[in-house]
């Protein structure tokens, strides 16, 4: 089966660049999206079809997919910006949604 | 407002069973794939199974297939996961999503989720 590895923390100053990392064969050609889930929240939609923003996600949210990885970028980071982070392929080998592990962005 | 709903939840001994539902409101549910996601507690994100628009093709996550079956009623606005012989592993959060096409089948819309305990 198709596994996606998410480191399990990043942390990084408020202002500075959080980069999140979700690693998978061949991954660059897939369509990956990204979550964003708040501590007893349900998830957001942050990122879709690799590069995508759904409509009130900021631009300082952004990705990236190439090779066998894909990555979501966080600008100006700010405390509100505090949460888990997933990414999510489906694998049409097995007909399955795949999520990574996901990351836990603290904020400095 | 476009919206998902989620009952049924609650303490089942193992081997159990329980149905959980999802009420969908601002839209309409037969134009969408649908999914269950579940959540176990101070884990990560789970795909459980989806189901078409029309209802003509189901994928299950390998650890639930046979004992879980994902339904909907389009007329009723409505989706379904009955889940039987449940197991302590099944202990989670599941939450009801939309996947919206124009997004990749992303999950744009996530309910607030239900929880679910199998414990004796």
Not at chain 1, 34 to 61: H, N, T
Not at chain 1, 65 to 73: K, R
Request: hydrophobic fraction near 35%.
């Amino acid at each position: 089966s198709y596994v996606l590895t998410q480191p399990p923390s990043v942390s990084v100053a408020p202002g500075k660049t959080a980069r999140f990392t979700c690693a998978g064969r061949n991954i660059g050609g897939k369509s990956v999206h990204w979550y964003q889930q708040k501590p007893g929240q349900a998830p957001v939609l942050v990122i879709y079809y690799d590069i995508d923003r759904p409509s009130g996600i900021p631009e300082r949210f952004s990705g990236s997919n190439s090779g066998n990885t894909a990555t979501l970028t966080i600008s100006r980071v700010e405390a509100g910006d505090e949460a888990d982070y997933y990414c999510q392929v489906w694998d049409s080998f097995s007909d399955h949604w795949v999520f990574g592990g996901g990351t836990k962005l603290t904020v400095l | 407002e476009v919206q998902l709903v989620e009952s049924g939840g609650g303490l089942v001994q193992p081997g159990g069973s329980l149905r959980l539902s999802c009420a969908a409101s601002g839209f309409t549910l037969s134009s969408y794939w649908m999914s269950w996601v579940r959540q176990a507690p101070g884990k990560g994100l789970e795909w459980v199974a989806n189901i078409k628009q029309d209802g003509s093709e189901k994928y299950y996550v390998d650890s639930v297939k046979g004992r879980f079956t994902i339904s909907r009623d389009n007329a009723k606005n409505s989706l379904y996961l009955q889940m039987n012989s449940l197991r302590a592993e099944d202990t989670a959060v599941y939450f009801c999503t939309r996947g919206a096409q124009l997004s990749g089948h992303a999950f744009d819309i996530w309910g607030q989720g239900t929880m679910v305990t199998v414990s004796s």
